[in-house]
């Protein structure tokens, strides 16, 4: 890795940390592509990165995982987007993963420092340019990080959720409580469970019965941190910003519907290219991460 070479530290195997890890890394197929990765971290913190790498003159594609998940478990669609022509890092935000700090416990500007002290590092040795993915909550992180940062000129979404744009009156009732919540219980932890259920959507998958027994996923999470999320108001929604932003989603999603990211696409400011994905789901970095790299590539390279 050259010049990142003092950055580099030890590749996890996941057995280290629990033998079910491994057999989680077999229903996923990752092993071999876990294999050619390399890992780094950056800040005291630190933040663990995982970077599989295409060429020194390759554009650099950012990922920021789904609520709970690390990029370790992605590995597949990794590899097959570094295969594409981009050299791709996987970052785990604070306190999830193998990254440091309180289990579970970040806020988007945390996150959006994070993003940008990964790039700081990375122009050590690639030009660029830096693109970004956000998969899930991922997706309003990565969003956050663009904004911040003129450096990422292109954005990728899977699924984006915006708070000016509650999905329902649920959502913004549950928003509501959220925020009042960690008023007065900033460190009390609501179950994952509550907001995701790993086993119905990946019903079918190898892995839908191991996901939820991982040690190293976030199972809870403190009210600060989700009041951090659900408070948070996306720029997009009120100006233009000299980034490109696509949002890609299955038609079949099962978290967000289609209806409501094209209404978040005709409420923003910011323009934003919708692509759906006949027949696929919410999951479709672990369910179908080959179909899901063709598209995320073309529209990088378009």
Known sequence: MGI???????????????????????????GAYLAKRETFHVSELPIHCEIYEHGIDSPVLMFLPGIGTYGELYAEMLWSLSQRGFNVVAIDPPGHGYSGGERGVYTVESVQESVSLVIDALEQRYDGPYFIYGYSIGALLAVAAAEN?????????????????PPDLFHLLGWQWTWGSAMLFPGMRLPLAWMVDYDHLLAGHPAGMLI????????????????????????????????QLALVQGEQDEVLSVGYS???V?????????????????MMPLTAPLKLANIIAGWLNS
Do not use: W
Not at 12 to 22: A, F, H, L
Not at 149 to 165: N, Y
Not at 266 to 282: D, K, N, R
């Open 266 to 282: 005709y409420e923003a400011v910011q323009p934003i290219e919708l692509i759906t994905v006949p027949g696929e789901g919410h």
């Open 262 to 264: 094209r209404r978040v």
């Open 4 to 30: 990142l070479e003092p950055l580099l530290k030890p590749t996890p195997t996941g057995g280290e940390i629990c033998p079910s890890r491994e057999d989680l890394q077999r229903a996923l197929g990752s």
């Open 149 to 165: 940062d003129e450096r990422i000129s292109k954005v990728v979404c899977g699924t984006l959720l915006t708070t000016e744009v």
């Open 212 to 243: 939820n027994h991982d040690p190293m996923l976030v199972l809870d999470y403190p009210f600060k941190t989700l009041a951090s999320l659900f408070s948070h108001r996306a720029g997009i929604m009120k100006r233009k910003y000299p980034f």
